[in-house]
């Protein structure tokens, strides 16, 4: 823990080290007093895993079973995009003897691991087929002049402000497919067998049940949306382009960052949109303000309701678990469109 709190010092500004390094000088005697930190004498787990935010944390829950400590940077009700980690958590990332991350997704965790951690390194953007922004709406050339014109001003509005997160040219939010959360988890057993590799078997016939039971979500979402009376989605942000394989799609208010403002031209588009395809729903999340949504849908004359980007843990009985999360999903989807 001293080494960990050292490095911290020597990556923080000189405000920051003049207060760790108070708390270093009393870790330092705090250890020398009892003789022994942590570790299996505390009862906690010798192997620790970090991962970068929700999804990403129930895969490796998954996959590495009980003997595994695994912990969240992202705390519960936290927006991913906005992560900023404190002293407590890039500790965790020093400490972590697996890490799994998306390149590009947060790009204050990307600086931890590039600074401070020597574990086996996880990577989402690797591990999973990402689709291109250009790939975000194949498979709709039948589509409305007002879609069309939708997109359009979305475009004009990315290219000329941007948002900051730093996604590049890939959509990040492959966590709503469930085939592509599949292949994350053969990845993670991968990386949890390099560090422990009498428990590789293990770790892969983790992965082989949680695929099975990805591959039924995957069906329901087939059956489910096969049949619908409209198949355009209006929602806060692009978050969902990768469900557009089940023959959905999806127009984002804002970009894809959720915060991102969008200009009175999108808005306009949008109204255009909701009026030419009979869409009754304009849907809010659950991690950002619903005040986009509110409005748009006030000015339309339609419902809103809740689609969840599942970037954070849920609210009820079934908060944290993805499958329960996605099936919400799915009915809401439903519901909206007529299916």
Do not use: K
Not at 2 to 28: C, E, F, K
Not at 190 to 219: F, P
Not at 257 to 262: Q, R
Not at 284 to 305: H, K, N, Y
Request: with cysteine; net charge negative; aromatic share 4%.
């Amino acid at each position: 823990m001293i080494l960990t709190l050292l490095r911290i010092v020597l990556m923080s500004s000189l405000a920051t080290r003049s207060r760790v390094l108070p708390l270093v000088a009393a870790g330092a005697l705090l250890l020398a007093g009892c003789g022994t930190s942590g570790g299996a004498s505390d009862g906690g787990s010798d192997r620790q895993a970090v991962a970068a935010f929700y999804p990403l944390a129930w895969v490796t829950e998954r996959v590495a079973g009980e003997d595994w400590e695994v912990s969240n940077l992202t705390q519960p009700g936290g927006e991913p995009h906005d992560l900023e980690l404190g002293i407590a958590q890039t500790a965790d990332l020093d400490e972590a003897d697996v890490v799994v991350f998306e390149h590009e997704f947060q790009p204050a965790v990307d600086e931890a691991i590039d600074n401070v951690s020597d574990a086996v390194v996880v990577d989402a953007a690797e591990a999973v087929e990402l689709r291109s922004i250009e790939e975000q709406h194949e498979g709709h050339a039948e589509q409305s002049e007002d879609e069309h014109a939708a997109e359009e001003a979305h475009a004009e509005d990315d290219a000329a402000e941007d948002d900051g997160h730093g996604h590049g040219e890939t959509d990040p939010h492959f966590w709503q497919d469930p085939l592509l959360m599949a292949d994350l988890a053969d990845a993670v057993a991968e990386g949890l067998a390099e560090v422990d590799t009498e428990g590789a078997a293990t770790y892969q016939a983790n992965a082989d049940e949680l695929r099975a039971e990805l591959e039924e979500l995957d069906a329901e979402f087939s059956e489910g949306l096969a049949r619908c009376e409209r198949d355009t989605v209006v929602v806060s942000h692009e978050a969902f382009g990768y469900l557009e394989r089940y023959g959905l799609h999806f127009v984002g208010i804002a970009g894809l960052s959720p915060d991102a403002e969008p200009t009175p031209a999108v808005i306009a588009e949008l109204e255009e949109l909701i009026a030419s395809e009979g869409i009754t729903t304009v849907f809010s999340e659950r991690l950002a303000s619903p005040a986009m949504a509110e409005s748009l849908a006030s000015d339309t004359g339609v419902e809103t309701a809740v689609l969840d980007p599942i970037e954070g843990p849920g609210e009820g009985d079934d908060a944290s678990d993805y499958v329960a999360l996605m099936q919400q999903n799915l009915e809401a989807l439903r519901r909206a469109n007529g299916c």
